[in-house]
């Protein structure tokens, strides 16, 4: 693998940016210490899901009949999200360790897409109930692709991600093990470098992910260039890239 | 990637360079779910470049 270091003399302006930039956007996302809205969903099998806090702590209910999880883990995905569906094979192990132990994982839809959504659980083999969450306040208010957040008991959230990376199960497990007995998170986020609209982007200077063969995009005479791995050159006027865990 | 892909077809004649930088540490799962996902725009493997440390996001 072949990358020229950042520091050289190309810099480029992109004039797209990738999908999770931190550019201003409608909607929020999970912040630590926001209180999670009540809400009330549907699931696929159309089993009906509500979330409320009463007396200060949590309370789900499924199909009529009520708990109290110690702990709440919300995953808000798309079925076609490659990395939500990365993610959610991680979590349904989460689940199968922690659900006796008083933890409640919810996956959520952005997408009313119940064909999907079921499709995608039984691919994946999922137990955790997945729910159609478009239009409900909670996907409004916290809808920013792919997030995950545990909220704790009285529904605040104490941890909360964008995206998701191999490994971040171990961050998971330290919190949820914490929280679970009472302490505070280890870690209120996984951190990573976000690119911001106005950056001058490095050459990008890898091999290709299916032949390993150099591809290049790099600044010449102002200009944007782009080598593909069979060698031709483009001439592109702006580009638009994603860094993908998947 | 699906969304990436969309915006490949329309716009690749406009001069829109779509790419992924991928960041799996496996380079064989990630080929074959571009493949499955049937992506046709570049794919540069950037597990543990140094861009990777900088920028990986997601």
């Known amino acids: 693998m072949n990358t020229r270091t950042w520091t ?13 930039l931190a550019v201003a956007e409608a909607r929020a996302e999970f912040t630590i210490s926001a209180t999670v809205p009540d809400f009330k969903l549907r699931s696929t099998g159309s089993v009906d899901f509500s979330f409320t806090k009463e007396s200060g702590a949590i309370e ?3 199909g009529g009949q009520q708990y109290r999880p110690k702990l709440l883990a919300i995953h808000l995905l798309q079925p076609d999200c490659l990395q939500c569906r990365a ?6 192990q989460i689940h199968r360790r922690f659900a006796e132990k008083g933890l409640a994982l919810l996956g959520i839809s952005h997408r009313d ?5 079921a499709a995608l659980g039984t691919e994946l083999n999922l137990t955790f109930p997945l729910l159609m969450g478009t239009g409900s306040h909670l996907a409004s208010k916290f ?17 909360a991600q964008v995206g998701y990376g191999a490994g971040d199960e171990k961050v998971w497990i330290e919190n949820i093990e914490a929280m679970l007995a009472g302490k505070p998170p280890v870690n ?10 106005g950056d001058s982007f490095p050459a990008i200077v890898l091999l290709s992910l299916a032949k390993g063969k150099p591809m290049e995009l790099v600044g010449a005479d102002g200009k944007l260039v782009f080598r593909g791995e069979d060698g031709k050159e483009l001439r592109p006027k702006s ?6 865990r998947y | 990637m699906v969304h990436l892909q969309k915006f490949h077809e329309k716009y690749a004649k406009d001069g829109l360079q779509v790419f992924i930088i991928s960041m799996h540490p496996e380079r064989e799962t990630a080929v074959a779910l571009a493949k499955e996902m049937k992506v046709t725009y570049p794919l540069f493997n950037g597990y543990k470049s140094d861009l990777g440390k900088l920028y990986a996001f997601g």
Do not use: Y
Request: charged fraction near 25%.
């Open chain 1, 143 to 159: 809808a920013a692709g792919d997030t995950f957040g545990l909220i704790d008991g009285k529904g605040v959230v104490r941890f």
């Open chain 1, 8 to 20: 050289q003399s190309w810099s480029l302006m992109v004039s797209a940016c990738a999908l999770h």
């Open chain 1, 188 to 197: 209120e986020t996984i951190e990573r470098e976000p690119l911001r609209v």
């Open chain 1, 87 to 92: 993610q959610l094979k991680a979590l349904e």
């Open chain 1, 239 to 244: 580009v638009l890239f994603f860094f993908s």
């Open chain 1, 113 to 117: 897409d119940e064909k999907a959504l």
């Open chain 1, 60 to 62: 789900l209910t499924r």
